[in-house]
């Protein structure tokens, strides 16, 4: 059974740093892409950053130079290290995977990844 737990979520101050992780079991992860989104309140859920199965890494230019998603394939495991937060990142942020041999061409299209973890909240403040 697919599932997904994300972990690391909190509260931080303007500038602050948080690694958010995402641990997988019944697939291996590295094989498959697999992308972190966030969702803040009253607005539509968005792709943050993807990370394929060769290593390629797909990051939206509102985080671009602050965040940078990894994996742990010993952990299974995926990252999103967070810096230099802003209050507009404050969501709910969620790991999903994409279980298909050929990953989509849209890394953000939502329905691309079957597999959705429960989320954890990240709040920025000053």
């Known amino acids: 059974q697919v599932q997904l737990v994300e972990s690391g979520g909190g509260s931080v101050e303007i500038g602050g740093s948080l690694r958010l992780s995402c641990e997988a079991s019944?697939?291996?992860?590295?094989?498959?892409?697999m992308a972190w989104f966030r969702q803040a309140p009253g607005k539509e859920r968005e792709g943050v950053a993807r990370?394929?199965?060769?290593?390629?890494?797909t990051v939206v230019d509102a985080v671009k130079g602050r965040f940078t998603i990894s994996r742990d394939n010993e952990k299974n495991t995926l990252y999103l290290q967070m810096n230099s937060l802003k209050p507009d990142d404050t969501a709910m942020y969620y790991c999903?995977?994409?279980?298909?041999?050929?990953?989509?061409?849209?890394?953000?299209?939502?329905?691309?990844?079957?597999?959705w973890g429960q989320g954890t909240q990240v709040t920025v403040s000053s």
């Open positions: 999903a995977a994409d279980l298909r041999t050929i990953c989509s061409s849209f890394p953000f299209r939502m329905s691309s990844y079957p597999s």
């Open positions: 990370l394929d199965k060769y290593g390629h890494e």
């Open positions: 019944g697939f291996t992860g590295r094989n498959f892409c």
